[in-house]
């Protein structure tokens, strides 16, 4: 793991890097389960070291989870009319 750490120390970065925690959201919640998995793992080092963006982080997953719930409802409504 050479070429992680030169490259860390190269661009001068934290580890993790602070602003990975907001795109790794969109990650946590892949259709591909291998993604979110780590997407999970990296958010949650991420906010170990950088505890200041947890609440934003927490109000980004409840967005995506009330958003995924109305498309499920919306679904599960569609599929009982269809089906009824």
């Given at each position: 793991m050479i070429f992680?750490?030169?490259l860390r120390e190269d661009?001068?970065?934290d580890e993790p890097y602070e602003e990975m925690c907001s795109p790794l959201?969109?990650?946590v919640i892949?259709?591909?389960d291998t993604i979110r998995r780590a997407a999970a793992e990296?958010?949650?080092k991420a906010l170990t070291c950088h505890p200041e963006y947890i609440d934003a982080i927490i109000?980004?997953?409840m967005q995506n989870y009330e958003k995924k719930l109305e498309v499920t409802k919306t679904?599960?409504?569609c599929v009982?009319?269809?089906y009824g």
């Open positions: 992680p750490t030169s661009l001068d970065l959201v969109d990650d892949h259709p591909e990296c958010l949650a109000e980004q997953l679904v599960y409504v009982l009319v269809m």
